[in-house]
């Protein structure tokens, strides 16, 4: 007698008529049931099944030869493509390792480089306020030299005028000095071509501005002190010779040119380079 | 017993002669085998329970088999071969799995 | 009596065979071959047995959604790579650059010895008359003629900064260079090119005229490697800043 109860209710008694895994766990009784009607004439049954079994299996077997070959090849063939792209993407992961690292190490370099960079101009930067490459800008004093008035021979500034007048400030402390906007280097030279002063192979013409970056506070009193100082003071008094000498506190030094050494070249040697 | 020198005879010749399956069957063989050796538990079974009859034995052995295959046939007909496959060896499994629980009571119980 | 399993196994042992038990043996058969034949086919080498052709095309599909993965990865890399390359050539090139000038400014600054050629001129004051004026004239004129390193006595680097004075002592043969005193003979080391330096000396009214009226005399010696080994003190414009 079945019950009414709804198949899915799992609280009913024969809930498990409908229990998925109680059917496939459920022992077959398939022998069970065979036993309680034997049938002797077993060996037409048996031969029958058997008979069927090797139709079916025949019918299948020369359906699957037919298809073997090509589906063979067919696999044969995507095995070969699978095996390929595989060997294929081996080889670019390897490959992208490689460029990692490479590519790694130049990001290495770089940072390193920016250090060097950056030490290079540093030292470049605190050289060439000194050196004359750079132009600067500070305190100073600023003086001022010219023929006298009346044109006469005694009352000429000549080069040697000026070469004192600069070796005096530079004595006097001077750490940057132009005339008349010629930066002074190492190379430069004050000399006179014809009837003019040239510095840096320019030619100059009266009046004469030297500007000297230093403390202006000393400076002038310091310029008055040297050789230099006192010679052109007696060149004021005596004859005439403008010289004036004007602390500043807005100077303005343009760099050198032509900084170029043609035979000259470092030589190491302990503490030879700074 | 002669059914269990044809098991060893079977083993013995697929050890020697070692045929290579063509690609098509090669999905099908492992579903066979594991329909076969449910058949046969259940063989084992009912020998053991007394109820043993043969001809239900090959019955349930062809049949099992043949619908195993089929059923992973119709499945990659329908591209769903895989999955199939795996439903059918898991219900087999089950199936094997009861059948021996029900030798191991017989034999300990008996 | 209950029929035991055992009794039964014993039973089918001690039996005669008969037709069901050879059916039974050859369906054994069947099985025992087939599953030896599936577990050598399991065990071969290659690694898709038993794969589906399905499975196999899904596969296939996904290593070449892979690889192509892959290969834009490795052209991006590569593309990073290459423009890191070039931007680390150009910048070694700048860094050389640069530190060619630093060669140049340290060189200029005398913060570096120098070598190449040149001219040593050795000036002999036996009467203690050359003044300051004259040697600080004198290497304005080496200036002109494109000197390039100055060193006096071994000891005084002369760079744009360096001042010239004459000693307290005027007898005493002995000038101050840069705050550092220098005594007669004054050896002057000058880096340049040697002819015209030598022209710069020797021309007349030049510092050989000079220093002969004064009651010295001047040699100058050629070289094709001078050294001037002395370096100037360390400078800075604290008074300014370089204007960039």
């Known amino acids: 007698m079945r019950s009414t109860q709804h198949p899915l209710d799992i609280s009913s008694p024969r809930h498990d008529e409908y229990d998925l895994l109680a059917i496939l766990t459920a022992p077959d009784d398939e022998y069970e049931q065979a036993s309680g009607s034997p049938r002797r004439s077993g060996g037409l049954d048996l031969g029958a099944a058997l008979a069927l079994l090797a139709l079916l299996v025949t019918v299948a077997a020369a359906q699957t030869q037919a298809g073997a070959p090509e589906a063979e090849r067919d696999r044969a063939v995507l095995v070969k493509r699978l095996e390929q792209e595989k060997a294929q993407v081996a080889a670019l992961g390897e490959r992208t390792g490689q460029v990692a690292t490479e590519v790694e190490a130049l990001r290495l370099r770089t940072v390193a480089a920016a250090e060097s960079v950056q030490t290079v101009q540093a030292r470049l930067d605190e050289l060439g306020a000194t050196a004359g490459s750079a132009a600067v800008r500070g305190a100073g004093v ?16 000549l080069d040697t005028d000026l070469q004192q007048l600069v070796n005096g400030l530079w004595q006097a402390g001077a750490q940057a000095v132009a005339v008349n906007g ?47 100082g006192q010679t052109f003071a007696d060149l ?28 000259a070249t470092e030589r190491s040697q302990p503490g030879g380079q700074q | 017993m002669i059914a269990l020198l044809g098991l060893v005879a079977g083993i013995v010749v ?21 329909a076969a050796l449910d058949a046969t538990f259940g063989a084992l079974r009912a020998f053991l329970d007394g109820v043993f009859n043969e001809r239900v034995f090959v019955i ?51 | 009596m209950p029929d035991r399993p055992l009794d039964r196994v014993r039973r089918g042992f001690a039996a005669r065979p008969s037709r069901s038990q050879a059916v039974v043996a050859v369906l054994l058969a069947l099985l025992g071959f087939a599953g030896t034949v599936q577990v050598s086919e399991v065990r071969s080498d290659d690694a898709y047995v038993g794969t589906r052709r399905d499975d196999l095309v899904q596969l296939l599909q996904s290593l070449s959604v892979a690889q192509s993965r892959a290969s834009d990865q490795l052209a991006e890399l590569e593309q990073t790579r290459d423009a890191l390359q070039l931007s680390s050539q150009q910048r070694r090139v700048a860094l050389e650059e640069s530190q060619d000038r630093l060669e140049t400014l340290r060189l200029l600054s005398g913060r570096s010895s120098a070598i190449g050629p040149g001219v040593t001129i050795t000036i002999e004051d036996p009467d203690g008359t050359v003044a300051a004026a004259t040697l600080l004239n004198a290497v304005e004129e080496l200036r002109d003629s494109g000197a390039e390193a100055i060193e006096i006595n071994d000891s005084a680097r002369v760079v744009a900064q360096t001042w010239f004075a004459d000693g307290a002592d005027p007898a005493d043969a002995t000038l101050v260079v840069d705050s550092r005193a220098v005594s007669a003979p004054y050896v002057v080391e000058v880096i340049g090119d040697p002819d015209t330096l030598v022209e710069a000396v020797a021309f007349p009214g030049g510092l050989t005229d000079e220093v002969e009226a004064l009651g010295g005399t001047v040699t100058i010696a050629k070289s094709d490697e001078l050294q001037v080994e002395s370096l100037a003190p360390e400078r800075a414009v604290t008074f300014g800043e370089p204007i960039t």
Not at chain 1, 204 to 219: C, F, K, M, Q
Not at chain 2, 14 to 26: K, M, N, R, T
């Open chain 1, 142 to 157: 600023r003086v001022v030299v010219d023929d006298s008035a009346d044109g006469k021979p005694e009352g000429e500034v």
């Open chain 1, 182 to 228: 010629q930066r002074l280097t190492t190379l430069s030279a004050i000399r006179t071509a014809g009837q003019a002063i040239t510095v840096n192979y320019r030619s100059l013409s009266p009046p004469y501005v030297v500007s000297a970056i230093g403390d202006g506070d000393r400076l002038p009193a310091g310029l008055l002190e040297t050789a230099a």
């Open chain 1, 236 to 263: 004021r008094n005596n004859f005439g010779v403008r010289f004036e000498v004007e602390a500043r506190d807005e100077l303005s030094l343009p760099a050198g040119s032509r900084l170029v050494l043609n035979v």
């Open chain 2, 14 to 34: 697929g050890l020697i002669v070692e045929p290579s399956v063509p690609g098509a069957l090669q999905p099908y063989l492992p579903i066979a085998v594991v």
């Open chain 2, 60 to 110: 349930s052995f062809v049949s099992n088999v043949i619908v195993a295959a089929l059923i992973v046939y119709l499945g990659d007909q329908l591209g769903v071969g895989s999955q199939l496959s795996t439903g059918v060896v898991v219900v087999l499994g089950i199936r094997i799995f009861s059948n021996v629980a029900a030798i191991r009571r017989r034999l300990l119980h008996a």
